[in-house]
């Protein structure tokens, strides 16, 4: 269970590997908890996919993302076109 925000929405799939909740919202992630107590979900099934995704996940991969994400705001820098079209650029630069 995480509030839906930055790397987290990347790895975790609501429902799938874990249960997402808005940002900033404390009802949002309380309602998160209860869904996973009250609902019927199948904890092992979710618990596996978990695993999955961490297993996917390396550091090398981790930075490899990050340069690439480096790369395409030098590259896109003055096109604030081009910088609308990728998601983790336009979360970061367009919003501010």
Do not use: C
């Given at each position: 269970?995480a509030?839906d ?34 609902e ?57």
């Amino acid at each position: 269970m995480a509030y839906d925000y930055a790397a987290v929405r990347q790895f975790i799939d609501h429902g799938t590997n874990g249960f997402l909740a808005s940002p900033n919202e404390a009802n949002s992630f309380l309602a998160a908890g209860l869904a996973l107590i009250k609902e019927d979900v199948d904890l092992d099934n979710l618990r596996a996919h978990a695993r999955q995704i961490t297993l996917e996940i390396s550091w090398d991969q981790v930075t490899k993302k990050l340069e690439n994400n480096y790369r395409d705001l030098l590259q896109n820098f003055h096109s604030k076109d081009k910088l609308a079209s990728s998601p983790v650029l336009r979360e970061i630069f367009i919003k501010q």
